[in-house]
T-cell receptor, first 107, second 120 residues
Framework: GIQVEQSPPDLILQEGANSTLRCNFSDSVNNLQWFHQNPWGQLINLFY???GTKQNGRLSATTVATERYSLLYISSSQTTDSGVYFC?????????FGSGTQLTVLP | NAGVTQTPKFRILKIGQSMTLQCTQD?????MYWYRQDPGMGLKLIYYSVGAGITDKGEVPNGYNVSRSTTEDFPLRLELAAPSQTSVYFC???????????????????FGDGTRLSIL
């Protein structure tokens, strides 16, 4: 099956810093989603991005499908950004998740 | 709309017991999914359904059963609970129409809040 790798596995930032999370995938995909899992375990849809760039406030995402990667940018990080960030790729009817990036933002 | 609702939120089972995890959605979505999330890992697909009466296996179906008698409900059953099934279980739903370009995977999935299951 398709492999989805995320880096870095862990990231610790000071509040106000910027960060870039990466998602690499091993085969062509129909689409890609980024999720934030908050400390309470809830999964929150961030972006649904097969290609190109999208922005939502302090967060933006870029997917380069031909090169099989996606990037999630977090600017001016806040403590509420802490949690695990997952990318998940879509092939056919199934979503395959990476193992996530654990982000900790310190006050 | 409540979205995707899962019950119970927490449960402890003994080895060999059985139970059903409930999932219901009120968005009239035709596709529904069950995932499990083990500690420190991403989610893995257990089963999915493309509509009432139709189910199919995902990546890790062993030890589980599902049914889809209505559009709204997609229960997941554990028949003989084993310690390896200790996990957090997520239900999700999405909508697909044949008019949607790119296939059913091109619609975002909406997730419930999860059921934390421990088997001792």
């Amino acid at each position: 099956g398709i492999q989805v790798e995320q880096s870095p596995p862990d990231l610790i930032l000071q509040e106000g810093a910027n960060s870039t999370l990466r998602c690499n995938f091993s085969d062509s995909v129909n689409n890609l989603q980024w999720f934030h899992q908050n400390p309470w375990g809830q999964l929150i849809n961030l972006f649904y991005i097969p290609s190109g760039t999208k922005q939502n406030g302090r967060l933006s995402a870029t997917t380069v499908a031909t090169e099989r990667y996606s990037l999630l940018y977090i600017s001016s990080s806040q403590t509420t950004d802490s949690g695990v960030y997952f990318c998940a790729v879509v092939r056919g009817r199934q979503l395959t998740f990476g193992s996530g990036t654990q982000l900790t933002v310190l006050p | 709309n409540a979205g995707v609702t899962q019950t119970p939120k927490f449960r402890i089972l003994k080895i060999g017991q059985s139970m059903t995890l409930q999932c219901t959605q009120d968005m009239n979505h035709n596709y529904m999914y069950w995932y499990r999330q083990d500690p420190g890992m991403g989610l893995k697909l257990i089963y999915y359904s493309v509509g009432a009466g139709i189910t199919d296996k995902g990546e890790v179906p062993n030890g589980y059963n599902v049914s889809r008698s209505t559009t709204e409900d997609f229960p997941l059953r554990l028949e003989l609970a084993a310690p390896s099934q200790t996990s957090v279980y997520f239900c999700a739903s999405s909508y697909y129409s044949f008019r949607d370009q790119g296939g059913p995977g091109n619609q975002p999935q909406h997730f419930g809040d999860g059921t934390r299951l421990s088997i001792l």
